[in-house]
C-alpha cells in the first residue's frame, strides 16, 4: 500500500511542479471563461434574456447560468491540455519510464489523470471565486457541493484527453486534432444557452447538444451548485468516466514514439 501511496504522490507533485513552473498556463486557463463572463455574456444576455434551469423554477440571469458552463470549460481545456502534456512525455520517453515500475498500468495511468484533474480544480476554484465578486453567487454550501461533481467531470474530460492522445503518434497532430474535439463540445452543449433554446431553433442541433457528454457534464456541475442532484447527469458521466478511462489503458501504447523514430 506504501509504493501505491508513494507513486500517486510523486505523480500529483510532478504535475504541481510542472503546473507552477507554467504560470502562463494558470492565466490561460481563466483568461477564457472571465471573457465570456465579463464580456460576451452582455450580448448573449441581449439575446436570450433570462434562463430557467429545471427543477427550480427560477429566473436567473444570463452569468449565473454560464458560470457552471464555463468551470466545465476549464475542465475540458485542461483535461485535452493535460493530454498533450502525456504525448509529450511518451515522445521524451518518460512514460516509458514511467511503466517500468511494478504497479499496475491501470493505477500509473489513472494517477496521472487525478493528478491532472486535481489542477484544473484549482484552476475553477480561482475562476468561481473572480465569478463570485463579479457578482454570481452561487450559495456558499454550493461551492462545497459541487467539488465531487467537479472532480468527477474533470476526471470524464482527462480520460477523454488520454484515449484521444492514445491514437496519435506526432506531437505536431495533437493541437489540430483537439481543435475539432474542444470547440464542438464546448459549442454544441448547454454550456452557453438552455436546450429548449436550442430546440427552438434547430431540432437536429438540439438532438446533438442532447447526446453530448459536455452537455450531461455541464448539467451535472449547475445542479450540484445549487445543492440538487441531477440523476441522469451522474450516471452518465460515471459511465462514460469508466468507459473512457478503460479505453484509455486498454489502447495505451508508450511505443508510438519509438515505433515512429524507429520508422
Not at 472532480?151 to 481543435?179: D, T, Y
Amino acid at each position: 500500500m506504501n509504493a501505491y501511496w508513494y507513486c500517486l504522490k510523486g505523480i500529483v507533485l510532478r504535475e504541481w511542479l510542472r503546473f507552477v513552473l507554467q504560470r502562463s498556463r494558470f492565466l490561460s486557463a481563466l483568461v477564457r471563461p472571465l471573457l465570456w463572463l465579463l464580456v460576451f455574456a452582455a450580448g448573449f444576455r441581449a439575446a436570450l434574456g433570462i434562463a430557467i434551469i429545471a427543477p427550480y423554477d427560477t429566473y436567473i440571469t444570463y452569468e449565473t447560468y454560464i458560470v457552471p458552463g464555463l468551470a466545465c470549460m476549464i475542465l475540458l481545456f485542461n483535461g485535452m491540455q493535460g493530454s498533450l502534456s502525456m504525448v509529450y512525455d511518451r515522445e521524451m520517453g518518460s512514460m516509458r519510464v514511467l511503466l517500468t515500475s511494478p504497479l499496475p498500468r491501470a493505477f500509473l495511468l489513472s494517477a496521472k489523470l487525478l493528478a491532472i484533474a486535481l489542477i484544473s480544480l484549482l484552476q475553477v476554484y480561482a475562476f468561481l471565486g473572480i465569478a463570485w465578486l463579479y457578482g454570481v453567487q452561487p450559495p456558499a454550501w454550493g461551492l462545497l457541493a459541487a467539488l465531487p461533481a467537479l472532480l468527477l467531470v474533470a476526471l470524464l474530460l482527462s480520460a477523454l484527453g488520454l484515449l484521444l492522445s492514445n491514437g496519435i503518434r506526432q506531437l505536431e497532430n495533437f493541437a489540430g486534432v483537439m481543435n475539432f474535439v474542444i470547440f464542438p463540445m464546448f459549442f454544441l452543449s448547454s454550456a452557453l444557452y438552455p436546450l429548449w433554446k436550442m430546440q427552438e431553433a434547430s431540432e437536429w442541433l438540439y438532438w446533438l447538444c442532447s447526446i453530448n457528454p459536455f452537455t450531461h457534464a455541464t448539467e451535472l456541475v449547475r445542479y450540484a451548485l445549487y445543492e440538487r442532484v441531477n440523476g441522469m447527469a451522474l450516471g452518465i458521466c460515471v459511465g462514460l468516466t469508466l468507459l473512457f478511462a478503460t479505453l484509455a489503458v486498454v489502447t495505451f501504447n508508450p511505443q508510438h514514439a519509438a515505433l515512429r523514430k524507429g520508422s
